[in-house]
């Protein structure tokens, strides 16, 4: 092999790099840092597809006044002593997908909003010798409000390098056979766990404007689909719901507190409630559902509640994931 000349810039060895992107978390469950992490995520034209000159009046007016306080007391009821719930969780998969996926691989996640950032990481990853990267959004449907935007950050940072490295990513996986088979897993444990038998179980995905649908969005039918699959696997046909609403909009439907409340007007008094467009729990699995959830369904009188968790870091969610993700780096690794 030809020496490099001593005057020439370090080389690392090359390597290939997964990172794994999530959808972002404040520094801190303070106001001031919901703040800033909302204006970044609310300004994203993929989340709000409104014209700026009508929508950002609006952000910086009414919504960036009086939402952080009110985030920022749902966020201290289920921050960790690692950060966030959603922070955590994603770190603990980047660290252990990392062990199991062995030499020459080098894993790392960031957030589409907040830190770490993107662009940031990307950089990072080239800088260690990764010349061909697999970004992998973990969100199982499709969405342009998610997936799309997260691909849009890695595009971003690449039209901005010199020296590219190659690139993948990974697409939805609502409807594969591992992901579901891991979903009936975990869901079968928890329910088996309880101190009740649920008489339904109710699937909340998080919502999304009705108008993404029509203009041809897949991920409502990627939820139905999942969900579908799920029922099938597990013998129980499960409930729908879409949470999440926010501003005055057509929502998809119906919506989880509707639903939460009818169930238990409707005398079905057990259920357990699962979140399986979530790769990870936080701020709407913890609070909104195990919360919230919980106190809207008791109110409406029902009985026995369960949020039963997200697959997390547990080991049949990392199987998933290094199943997926060894497929889509076929021919870039053995």
């Known amino acids: 092999m030809t020496s490099l000349p001593a005057s020439h810039p370090p080389m690392?060895?090359?390597?290939v790099g997964v990172l794994l992107v999530n959808l972002g978390t404040p520094e801190a469950a303070e106001a001031g840092a919901v703040r800033r992490y909302l204006k970044q995520f609310l300004s994203?034209?993929?989340?709000?597809?409104?014209?700026?000159?009508?929508?950002?009046?609006?952000?910086?007016?009414?919504v960036l006044r009086t939402r952080p306080r009110k985030s920022a007391r749902a966020y201290a009821q289920v921050w960790t002593p690692e950060g966030s719930p959603l922070l955590a969780f994603t770190r603990r998969q980047a660290f252990a997908l990392d062990a199991r996926l062995g030499d020459?691989?080098?894993?790392?996640?960031?957030?589409?909003?907040g830190r770490p950032a993107i662009d940031e990481v990307l950089s990072a990853m080239q800088a260690k010798g990764c010349d061909r990267i697999l970004v992998a959004p973990l969100y199982?449907?499709?969405?342009?409000?998610?997936?799309?935007?997260?691909?849009?950050?890695?595009?971003?940072?690449?039209?901005?390098?010199?020296?590219?490295?190659a690139l993948r990513t990974l697409p939805p996986y609502h409807d594969d056979p591992a992901y579901i088979d891991a979903l009936a897993g975990e869901i079968e444990q928890a329910v088996g766990a309880l101190d009740f038998k649920p008489r339904a179980?109710?699937?909340?995905?998080?919502?999304?404007?009705?108008?993404?649908?029509?203009?041809?969005?897949?991920?409502?039918?990627?939820?139905?689909?999942?969900?579908?699959?799920?029922?099938?696997?597990?013998?129980?046909?499960?409930?729908?719901?879409?949470?999440s609403r926010?501003?005055?909009?057509?929502?998809?439907?119906?919506?989880?507190?509707?639903?939460?409340?009818?169930l238990a007007k409707e005398g079905i008094n057990d259920i357990a409630v699962v979140a399986p467009g979530f790769s990870a729990d936080c701020l709407e699995t913890l609070e909104e559902l195990a919360i919230r959830g919980r106190e809207q369904f008791l109110e409406a009188g029902g009985?026995?509640?369960?949020?039963l968790p997200c697959l997390n870091d547990a080991e049949?969610?990392?199987?998933?994931?290094?199943?997926?993700?060894?497929?889509?780096?076929?021919?870039?690794?053995?």
């Open 12 to 15: 690392p060895a090359p390597r």
């Open 44 to 62: 994203d034209k993929r989340v709000v597809e409104l014209p700026s000159i009508l929508w950002q009046p609006i952000l910086r007016g009414a």
């Open 104 to 113: 020459g691989i080098t894993v790392a996640f960031a957030m589409r909003y």
């Open 140 to 165: 199982p449907q499709y969405c342009a409000a998610t997936t799309a935007t997260a691909n849009d950050a890695a595009f971003a940072a690449l039209a901005a390098m010199r020296w590219q490295p």
């Open 201 to 243: 179980i109710l699937a909340s995905f998080h919502g999304m404007p009705q108008r993404t649908l029509e203009k041809g969005d897949p991920y409502h039918c990627h939820c139905q689909k999942t969900a579908r699959l799920l029922g099938e696997r597990l013998s129980i046909p499960l409930t729908i719901s879409f949470q």
């Open 246 to 262: 926010f501003g005055r909009a057509k929502w998809l439907e119906p919506a989880t507190d509707t639903m939460l409340a009818k």
């Open 303 to 307: 009985r026995n509640f369960a949020y």
């Open 316 to 334: 049949r969610g990392l199987d998933m994931l290094e199943t997926i993700i060894r497929r889509e780096l076929a021919g870039w690794i053995a």
